[in-house]
C-alpha cells in the first residue's frame, strides 16, 4: 500500500490510503454528518488517493464539539440579506429569485426584458 504510514514519518501526519482509516477519525464532511465539527483542533491524520494529488484531513471524533447554531438576531439578519438580494431598486417589488448583479434590477424593469 503506497500511502500506508502509520507513524507520519514520510508524510508528516499518519496517513492511509482511502477507506482506511482507523475507527474513531473521520473527516470534516463525516463530522458535519453527525451535527459535529473539528472545534480548532489540528488534524490527527490523512487520507491520500490518486497518486497523492487528493487528500483529506481526519480529526479525532472524541475531540469534536457539536455544530454552532445560529441565534435568532444571526438568522433575521441572513433573512434580511436574502430578500435583499430579491428586491428590484427600480420597481421595489421582491422577485421569487435572486437578481443578477450584472444587470442590478429584475427582468422586467431590464431594457429588453433579457
Known sequence: MVFYDPTGERYGLP????????????TR???RARLLRPGGQEPAAQIMWRRGKR????????LALPKRTATAAQRAAI?????A????????????????????????????GA
Open 15 to 26: 496517513t492511509y490510503p482511502y477507506k482506511f482509516a482507523p475507527d474513531g477519525l473521520l
Open 29 to 31: 464532511r463525516q463530522l
Open 55 to 62: 487528500i483529506a484531513y481526519l480529526y479525532r471524533l472524541d
Open 79 to 83: 433573512d434580511k440579506a436574502l430578500i
Open 85 to 112: 438580494r430579491r428586491t428590484c431598486p427600480t420597481c421595489g417589488q421582491v422577485k421569487p429569485y435572486y437578481l443578477r448583479r450584472s444587470l442590478g434590477e429584475c427582468f422586467d424593469c431590464t431594457p429588453g
